[in-house]
């Protein structure tokens, strides 16, 4: 792992902070190599009950590193490909990292950084944070991204910010549901930790089995297969081990044996 990234864990919480403060956390092959071993080695650490992406300096991500754009101006259409190739890998890791996930988001976002923002479960915003999907600024489209953008702001506004590159503030991002709280500066940190208590607190499997739940029922037509892959879910966890200690500590008015 380079000095790209910071990792912790306190309280069965992990961060993963992006620390090029001097480059804006603008990422290049590097860190998106990073950011995706990163999450995939927190999905397998069962202690982990949630997943905090953080960034230090001014701005959370300003898209692409400079110098890797220079690199890429060059590419050929097969590196071109494997090189989106690995920020798809990235992104997806983080979308589907079995934990939920938090974007702590104390700075401007940009282009690509929009991505790690949609991707991640949930989003804490400053009230000073800008956005901007500025891609077609530079004859480029927010491709690789766009699966997880989409998700979180909505085809309506996707419209509107991938055609324009305007730039907007963070009530905005907050009215079109790119993020879910916006807070000051020296609210963000009770305002995250607020969210991964709730988590913490939470049934562990529950937990990562909403995140799948709401992953495969999204924006799918309401049919048999869906309805019966429903009825299913909620039959398995509730003869599950944590299913049935849930409803019991909730019937004798205890705390469940996973806060005990």
């Given at each position: 792992?380079?000095?790209?990234?910071?990792?912790?864990?306190?309280?069965?919480?992990?961060?993963?902070?992006?620390?090029?403060?001097?480059?804006?956390?603008?990422?290049?092959?590097?860190?998106?190599?990073?950011?995706?071993?990163?999450?995939?080695?927190?999905?397998?650490?069962?202690?982990?009950?949630?997943?905090?992406?953080?960034?230090?300096?001014?701005?959370?991500?300003?898209?692409?590193?400079?110098?890797?754009?220079?690199?890429?101006?060059?590419?050929?259409?097969g590196e071109n490909l494997a090189d989106a190739g690995e920020l798809a890998a990235m992104l997806r890791a983080i979308y589907?990292?079995?934990?939920?996930?938090?974007?702590?988001?104390?700075?401007?976002?940009?282009?690509?950084?929009?991505?790690?923002?949609?991707?991640?479960?949930?989003?804490?915003?400053?009230?000073t944070a800008n956005y901007c999907l500025s891609e077609v600024k530079l004859g480029l489209i927010p491709?690789?991204?766009?699966?997880?953008?989409?998700?979180?702001?909505?085809?309506?506004?996707?419209?509107?910010?991938?055609?324009?590159?305007?730039?907007?503030?963070?009530?905005?991002?907050?009215?079109?549901?790119?993020?879910?709280?916006?807070?000051?500066?020296?609210?963000?940190?009770?305002?995250?930790?607020?969210?991964?208590?709730?988590?913490?607190?939470?049934?562990?499997?529950?937990?990562?089995?909403?995140?799948?739940?709401?992953?495969?029922?999204?924006?799918?037509?309401?049919?048999?297969?869906?309805?019966?892959?429903?009825?299913?879910?909620?039959?398995?966890?509730?003869?599950?081990?944590?299913?049935?200690?849930?409803?019991?500590?909730?019937?004798?008015?205890?705390?469940?044996?996973?806060?005990?």
């Amino acid at each position: 792992m380079s000095t790209a990234l910071t990792l912790s864990t306190q309280n069965s919480v992990h961060t993963i902070t992006l620390s090029r403060p001097d480059v804006r956390n603008a990422f290049n092959d590097e860190v998106i190599a990073d950011l995706k071993s990163a999450f995939l080695s927190v999905a397998q650490d069962a202690s982990v009950r949630c997943v905090v992406l953080a960034a230090e300096g001014p701005a959370f991500c300003a898209g692409a590193d400079l110098n890797w754009m220079r690199r890429m101006a060059d590419y050929s259409q097969g590196e071109n490909l494997a090189d989106a190739g690995e920020l798809a890998a990235m992104l997806r890791a983080i979308y589907e990292c079995p934990q939920p996930t938090i974007a702590r988001v104390q700075g401007d976002v940009y282009a690509g950084g929009m991505g790690l923002v949609a991707a991640c479960d949930m989003a804490v915003s400053v009230d000073t944070a800008n956005y901007c999907l500025s891609e077609v600024k530079l004859g480029l489209i927010p491709a690789t991204i766009s699966p997880y953008v989409i998700r979180a702001m909505g085809a309506r506004a996707a419209h509107r910010y991938f055609l324009t590159a305007e730039r907007f503030g963070a009530a905005e991002a907050h009215r079109i549901g790119l993020v879910h709280e916006v807070v000051t500066a020296d609210a963000l940190d009770a305002q995250v930790a607020e969210l991964t208590q709730a988590l913490v607190n939470a049934s562990p499997n529950a937990v990562r089995a909403c995140k799948r739940l709401v992953q495969n029922v999204a924006e799918r037509e309401i049919n048999d297969a869906l309805v019966a892959q429903t009825v299913a879910g909620i039959a398995d966890i509730r003869s599950s081990a944590e299913g049935k200690e849930g409803v019991q500590s909730f019937l004798q008015k205890r705390k469940p044996q996973w806060l005990a």
